[in-house]
T-cell receptor
Framework: DTGVSQNPRHKITKRGQNVTFRCDPI?????LYWYRQTLGQGPEFLTY????????KSRLLSDRFSAERPKGSFSTLEIQRTEQGDSAMYLC?????????????FGQGTRLTVV | AQRVTQPEKLLSVFKGAPVELKCNYS??????LFWYVQYSRQRLQLLLR??SRESIKGFTADLNKGETSFHLKKPFAQEEDSAMYYC???????????FGSGTKLNVKP
């Protein structure tokens, strides 16, 4: 599968623990996005990168959340001191430069459950 | 503020019937509109975008700026169309997408 890859697919953690998710975008894609999706809702934008630069962060992204894309390839999303309200599907997406950037390619997501 | 509204959580139709999934939006600039689809146990994927004025799998969508709508239509639904459909909006530089809450389409045999 040469699409966007996310790991792990599922994560169960205790409240207060830290978790980290990884996203590997499609290789030539310079933009990478993180979205969060809760039950019954569409994906909500969290942040995006163009190459290694984090260009925008949503107000949804509290201080407990941090995202990196150190070499402009894979990205990590870390949540510190998890809370039950963080339980959601975390989606990563990427798109290529140029005219083809109109389409975002999504990964299968990481489902986080905070108990 | 940017917002995408899909008023129907669930839409059930019989095979062969016409389908219309509603999408309304609010956006301060000139938006780009999309429909994304998620089939069971698959990832979210692009169905169509208004900028291309395309028809994919028999689906079409027309951007109506006066009514701020981008409804998805298909004249004859097929069982394989059963899925979650999300309307999405982006600005001119496509730096992020705003999604509606989705409509589950169920096509009955």
């Amino acid at each position: 599968d040469t699409g966007v890859s996310q790991n792990p697919r599922h994560k169960i953690t205790k409240r207060g623990q830290n978790v980290t998710f990884r996203c590997d975008p499609i290789s030539e894609h310079n933009r990478l996005y993180w979205y969060r999706q809760t039950l019954g809702q569409g994906p909500e934008f969290l942040t995006y990168f163009q190459n290694e630069a984090q260009l925008e962060k949503s107000r949804l992204l509290s201080d407990r959340f941090s995202a990196e894309r150190p070499k402009g390839s894979f990205s990590t999303l870390e949540i510190q001191r998890t809370e039950q309200g963080d339980s959601a599907m975390y989606l990563c997406a990427s798109n290529p430069p140029g005219w083809r950037r109109t389409e975002a390619f999504f990964g299968q997501g990481t489902r986080l459950t905070v108990v | 503020a940017q917002r995408v509204t899909q008023p129907e959580k669930l839409l059930s139709v019989f095979k062969g019937a016409p389908v219309e999934l509603k999408c309304n939006y609010s956006y301060s600039g000139s938006p780009e509109l999309f429909w994304y689809v998620q089939y069971s146990r698959q990832r979210l994927q692009l169905l169509l975008r208004h900028i291309s004025r395309e028809s994919i799998k028999g689906f079409t969508a027309d951007l109506n700026k006066g009514e701020t709508s981008f409804h998805l239509k298909k004249p004859f639904a097929q069982e394989e169309d059963s899925a979650m459909y999300y309307c999405a909006l982006s600005g001119y530089n496509f730096n992020k997408f705003y999604f509606g809450s989705g409509t589950k389409l169920n096509v009955k045999p």
